[in-house]
């Protein structure tokens, strides 16, 4: 279960930095965008809290400059022996460079 919830942070993270490097930063309907396309998704939406989308939210970047995207996840690891359960969390990270594609004149 671990691989697929892995597998879903990494084709977020890169159509979060497709869309962030259309306007050289992160706005924050992006990040609401991203949580909620993550939500639709049981585990995510069970583990709401454990979720964190970031991204550069500052002046925009010029063409050709960089800047990261990240979306991190725990997820939840139970084990069950002898009756009792103990849960885990795993960290899952994915951090994503994006390239500013606009040209902004200042």
Do not use: W
């Not at 084709?11 to 050289?24: L, V």
């Not at 990261?68 to 994915?94: C, H, M, Q, W």
């Amino acid at each position: 279960m671990i691989f697929p919830t892995y597998l879903a942070i990494i084709y977020e993270s890169y159509i979060f930095a497709m869309d962030a490097s259309n306007i050289n930063y992160v706005s924050q309907g992006m990040i609401t965008a991203c949580r909620e396309r993550l939500t639709k998704i049981p585990i995510f939406r069970d583990n709401y809290s454990k979720l964190k989308v970031s991204g550069y939210n500052g002046t925009p970047k010029q063409r050709g400059e960089t800047f990261d995207v990240n979306i991190e996840f725990e997820f939840p690891f139970t084990i069950s022996l002898a009756g009792k359960s103990k849960t885990f969390y795993v960290p899952l990270r994915a951090k994503k460079a994006a390239t500013g594609l606009h040209y902004y004149k200042r």
